[in-house]
């Protein structure tokens, strides 16, 4: 039986945090794995850890339950390295705390990752009444916007059943091995509260040789991320997405006026903190040349160029002794990587690198 990590990194997302466990329990308990829960509670206002720990004490006991209180910053991705460091499973799922899977999900990224490796993430859905289903993937223009924008379907010549191998995906739910973990590692401890991740981690561990795959037949389930409740259509109804009724109960069907829980959005993030971990992204698994890319694609966004030119500089002295390491280690540069891509093209999205790799000598 093997055991298996999941990471939850939260900030003042109780009581919803309560239905992503009990998804995830279901999920992995029915395919005879042995879980590991381990929440993140970082820096969290709402007395979510001291809840956890009262509530559930006998799991806690036993080991199904892990409450980890990380408050030396808000950052998403630090918060998922302080859950990694006291997980023990050989696969380790790192998830929203406010999603549910269908079940077979979890399965499904658990034998992809022990048979393959890489990083295994699944198709995002949302909650509530929306009518289209948001396959969570991500294009390559690398242009204005750098990292790209979801992207809604499958590329041309994949199928729905059978996993294909993507560019990068997002955090919100995927699933690795532990040694590949220990060689390639997680987050910068450099990122602050949001933004950037995503990009860092999928490219760099295709850098190193690894790969980042999608599997088409899993599901989650996404809550929105404005209030914390939500009221109903005005009649009654069957979604055609899962949701969390406001006792923590996961239904299908809603009636007329009745509430559903969402989850607060726990970080206050400023442009400054976004523009800068994507600035130490660029650098990480780019170096100077790709900084100073992303430098100008924010120009714009500056009123005062200054300021830019300080999170440049606060990066490159942050930053220098990582993008070493991994500038040392890395099978291929980011460059290589974009020229000549291990992943099927996105499709309906027109693939566009930035002039400076046209301008080198193209790779044979």
């Known amino acids: 039986m093997a055991k298996i990590s999941v990471i939850l990194r939260a900030r003042n997302e109780y009581p919803i945090i309560l239905g992503t466990i009990h998804s995830f329990l279901e999920d992995l ?4 794995y042995e879980p590991e829960i381990i929440v993140v509670d970082n820096k969290s206002t709402d007395n979510m850890a001291d809840v956890l720990e009262d509530k559930f ?3 806690i006991r036993c080991g199904l339950l892990k409450v980890v209180r990380y408050y030396e910053k808000p950052s998403t991705w630090c918060a998922i390295n302080a859950g990694y460091e006291v997980s023990t499973g050989d696969v380790i799922i790192v998830a929203d705390a406010h999603i549910s899977v269908k079940v077979g999900t979890l399965d499904l990224i658990i034998k992809g990752a022990q048979k393959h490796g890489g990083l295994w993430h699944v198709p995002l859905q949302m909650w509530g009444d929306l009518t289209r289903i948001k396959r969570y993937q991500h294009d390559v223009r690398l242009t204005e916007k750098f990292w790209g924008d979801p992207c809604q379907f499958i590329p041309d010549g994949c199928s729905d059943q059978e996993p294909y191998k993507i560019a990068m995906a997002g955090a919100f739910c995927f699933a690795f091995l532990r040694e590949e973990a220990k060689r390639f590692g997680l987050y910068d401890p450099a990122f602050g509260p949001y933004g950037g991740g995503e990009p860092y981690l999928t490219l760099k561990w295709w850098m190193m040789g690894s790969s980042v795959w999608m599997e088409p037949r899993g599901l989650a389930r996404h809550a929105f991320g ?7 259509a005005p ?12 006792d923590g109960r996961i239904t299908n069907q809603v009636k007329k006026g009745e509430e559903y829980l969402s989850y ?18 660029s650098y990480l698994i780019g170096g100077k040349q790709w900084l100073d890319h992303m430098a100008n694609q924010f120009a714009t966004k500056f009123k ?3 300021d830019l030119q300080d999170l440049v500089l606060s990066v490159l002295s942050e930053c220098s002794k990582s993008r ?10 980011l460059n290589e990587l974009l020229m000549n891509p291990p ?3 996105c499709s309906r999205h027109e693939v566009k690198l930035p002039r400076f790799l046209y301008e080198e000598k193209p790779l044979t």
């Open 343 to 345: 992943w099927n093209a």
């Open 304 to 306: 005062i160029q200054k």
């Open 264 to 281: 607060r959005s726990g970080y206050t993030v400023d442009n400054r903190n976004f523009y800068r971990n994507f600035l130490i992204a």
């Open 324 to 333: 070493a390491q991994i500038a040392a280690s890395e099978k291929v540069s």
């Open 57 to 59: 004490r006998r799991w």
């Open 235 to 246: 009649k009654d109804r069957k979604t055609r997405n899962q949701v969390y009724l406001k």
């Open 226 to 232: 404005i209030d914390h409740v939500w009221v109903t």
């Open 29 to 32: 308990e029915f395919h005879g």
